[in-house]
């Protein structure tokens, strides 16, 4: 078991070493190429606020021996994962940002052209807020969870299966890789039940089961599943699903090497108001004794609670990084440094 261990943060970027910081910087100019010659201008990927789609790069913003050097640097990480399940929940700031939202997407379709099965889950708590505020209804939340009347669970499913999911998977897909967008409604993916608190939550439900059957052979086939947090009970009546719940109970579904949580924050902090009390690495003792102190509350609840239930059905490891950083997926995977808190069983 390993114990906490405090780093000091002065700003969102010095926890990072050199070298992560320099393969972050590669990947913002370097573009693997799916096919063709050196000269072909499709490319796997571009980290390109305006579009992931880019022309060939400048190959004299970064020297080639720099390039290099970064991907070798990578390989023990790329090798460690590949093959892998990743189940990656988006949201926050990342979804907020384009230029953010540029990157996230970046990422995924990388990781996935160097062999890693991800699966991405998605809430969209802005989109919907914004949805509601049209329709002159207030959100309204519940010890982080959003309380979900009639009217706003019809919103839910319009903006999250209709909007946000297709969204996504147009951008994966104009990416170079191949998303296909499910909701847990789908294929009975996720079976919804509701909440113990349903009186005062409205239709936001729990997770009674998960049947990835629907998704495996897509990940299978090097497809990236994207997947909108709404299921149904067993008569078909839909329920609002946490986005981090969502996640954590499919990544202890596929038996996932790690589940990673895309948040507005550095991570866990030892002291909520000291950004520079970051937790790096805790193990679920550790954690667990942080929320008996009130050290963990509000919003990261349920994001740590995901956490340790996903360990605990074997989920190896479980990450709650700082989706404001620039490419904060590939830092937590492909670098020792990571970018933000990782929990262990």
Known sequence: MLAAKNLPL????S?????????????????????????????????????????????QSTPAQTRVKILSEALP????????????????????????????????????????????????????NQWLGKLSIKPNFLNGLRVTDASTMEIVSMVLVGKVNKHLVALINKAGATAVGLSGIDGRLLTARPSPNAVQLGFVGDIASVDPSIILPLVDNNHIPVIASVAADATGQPYNINADTAAGELAAALGAEKLILLTDVAGILEDRDDPGSLVKEVDIKGVKKMMEDRKIAGGMIPKVNCCVRSLA????????????????????????????TMITG
């Open 10 to 13: 002065t700003s969102p970027l």
């Open 77 to 128: 990480f790329i090798q460690k994962f590949r093959g892998k399940t990743i189940v990656v929940k988006y949201g926050g700031a990342a979804m907020k940002s384009e230029a953010l939202q540029a990157s996230v997407i970046a990422d995924i379709v990388l990781l996935s052209c160097v062999g890693l099965r991800i699966v991405f889950v998605h809430g969209g708590g802005p989109e919907i």
């Open 15 to 59: 926890t990072l070493s050199k070298i992560s910081d320099d393969f972050s910087l590669s990947f913002k100019n370097f573009i693997p190429v799916t096919k063709g010659s050196r000269n072909n201008k499709i490319t796997c990927l571009s980290s390109s606020s305006q579009s992931i789609i880019a022309p060939e790069m400048d190959t």
């Open 313 to 340: 059905q074997g989920v190896r490891t479980a990450s709650i990084i700082d989706g404001r950083l620039e490419h904060s997926l590939l830092l937590e995977i492909l670098t020792d440094k990571g970018a933000g």
